[in-house]
């Protein structure tokens, strides 16, 4: 079945949307995202999600296309026209397609932002193998730019940490900069050492993870402590349980760090407890 997408106000098949060459996303980067996931047909975290966007945009002066109510009109009607049970929106807001190729923005009066949206079906998402069997990384340097709060297109670091991963052999790779771990590649890190949950805390080194609040907020309900800290391979390799999030894979336990299995290699009670409760409330939440 071929799949209808969203650009600029229309709904078209996959096959017939079309971007400029101009626009700037494609020429610069220039352009934010979200991703925000789907279960039970409904959407999770969808407030989180377009607020994030509005500052993503607010950091970059780049104009909103349209309201957050008509962004959830949107994300709906793409839900319901395809069919998706579970699986992923993705979102895309680019500064738009000027004249020609220019480093300076254009005038957003006579540019307007471009706005594309498409669905991703993943049956199984919630209920996924990889969650039963746990993930392993490897650390890589984080050699990205200085503003990683703002969720922008430039994805090409991240992109080629999962080709490292992958040629490791392993499934994932947590950033490390100044001897601290900041995030996965399209995650946020986390070990658990005894009662407590250990996470780097919020700044313009990380991504403000719209799970990761999620979680930090369940984790009284899995009676557990919170420490948002800088933390280093070493001592994650040593912690009893570790595990990412992100709004496509909720809560995903972590076995191995650069060859080192946690604990007994396999995920992790508290982790796994995690991910139960987060999958339960957002559902409850979902709209
Ligand atoms: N990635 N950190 C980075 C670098 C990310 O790219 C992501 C999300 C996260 C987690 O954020 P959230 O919980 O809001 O999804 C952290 C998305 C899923 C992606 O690029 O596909």
Known sequence: MTRTVYVNGEYLPETEAKVSIFDRAFLMGDGVYEVTSVLDGKLIDFDGHAARLARSLKELDMQAPCTTEELLEIHRKLVEINGIEEGMVYLQVTRGAAADRDFVFPDPEEVKPTLVLFTQNKPGLADSPAAKKGIKVISIEDVRWGRRDIKTVQLLYPSMGK???????????????????????????????????????????????????????????AQMEVEERNFTIAEAQAADEAFITSASTFVMPVVEIDGAALGDGAPGPRALRLREIYLEESRKAAI
């Open 163 to 221: 080709m490292m991963a992958k040629k490791a052999g392993v499934d994932d790779a947590w950033m490390v900069e100044d001897g601290f771990v900041t995030e996965g590649t399209s995650n946020n890190a986390y070990f658990i050492k005894g009662n407590k949950i250990v996470t780097r805390a919020l700044s313009n080194d990380i991504l403000h993870g719209i799970t990761r609040a999620a979680v930090l907020r369940f984790a009284a309900e």
